[in-house]
């Protein structure tokens, strides 16, 4: 049962516009999300986070909305430039793990052409 | 400073056989955690430690595979009788404390033949 979901495989956008990438999550006991971005042959790197207690966080281009009533967040990507090629994972955890065992998404590959 | 580190990069083994796979996390960092990247799939959780204990196991799939962090640094985790199943990419990350942003290796690409 795949508590996590992301429902796009991927995502091609141009450069300058803005790319939007989707996370939907089933268990209501999550309370922590993140959003990961992974290069080719590389681990997964940290982009940002939302607490369950807000309903935005924005970081310079990178902007996560959580609505926790539909169980849904997405990532805001503005304006998208090439390098952001990569796959996003999108990832939940609780506080009832003590937020360590994280739960991930089977990703989106964006493709932002120039 | 350096990064969590994975060893070997790539291993192919054969059905039966036993390995080792080897994570350095970052020099500091308390927690650890293994994870399994199967192909078209999002990580999955294995394994997480504080300290030298394994604090919370329940991603382990059965009981061929098995971790150790004997000094509350170096991880290695242990495949017996490995399966064609078990091949996967096998992450490993580690973070400063609890809720703390976890920072992951490149990982092993694991092929059992």
């Known amino acids: 049962d795949q508590q996590v979901k992301q429902n796009s495989p991927s995502l091609s956008v141009q450069e300058g516009r803005i790319s939007i990438l989707n996370c939907d999550y089933t268990n209501s006991m999550f309370d922590y999300f993140l959003w990961y971005k992974k290069y080719p042959a590389e681990g997964p790197t940290f982009l940002i986070s939302?607490?369950?207690?807000?309903d935005k966080n924005e970081d310079g281009r990178f902007t996560v909305f959580l609505n926790k009533s539909a169980k849904h967040l997405s990532l805001h990507i503005v304006p998208s430039q090439p390098g952001d090629s990569a796959v996003y994972f999108c990832?939940?955890?609780?506080?009832?793990?003590?937020?360590?065992?994280?739960?991930f998404g089977t990703g989106t590959r964006l493709l932002v052409s120039p | 400073g350096a990064g969590v580190s994975q060893t070997p990069s790539n291993k192919v083994t054969e059905k039966g056989k036993y390995v080792e796979l080897r994570c350095d996390p970052i020099?500091?960092?308390?927690?650890l955690y293994w994870y399994r990247q199967s192909l078209g799939q999002g990580p999955e959780f294995l394994i997480y430690f504080q300290g030298t204990g394994a604090a919370d196991d329940s991603g382990l799939p059965n009981d061929r595979f098995f971790a150790v962090r004997p000094e509350g640094s170096v991880s290695t985790l242990k495949i017996q009788r490995t399966e064609r199943g078990d091949s996967a990419v096998y992450l490993c990350?580690?973070?400063?404390?609890?809720?703390?942003?976890?920072?992951f290796g490149p990982g092993t690409r694991l092929t059992v033949l």
């Open positions: 990350a580690s973070s400063q404390g609890a809720a703390n942003e976890q920072f």
């Open positions: 990832a939940a955890s609780a506080q009832d793990t003590g937020f360590q065992k994280l739960v």
């Open positions: 939302i607490s369950s207690i807000k």
């Open positions: 020099s500091g960092h308390t927690a």
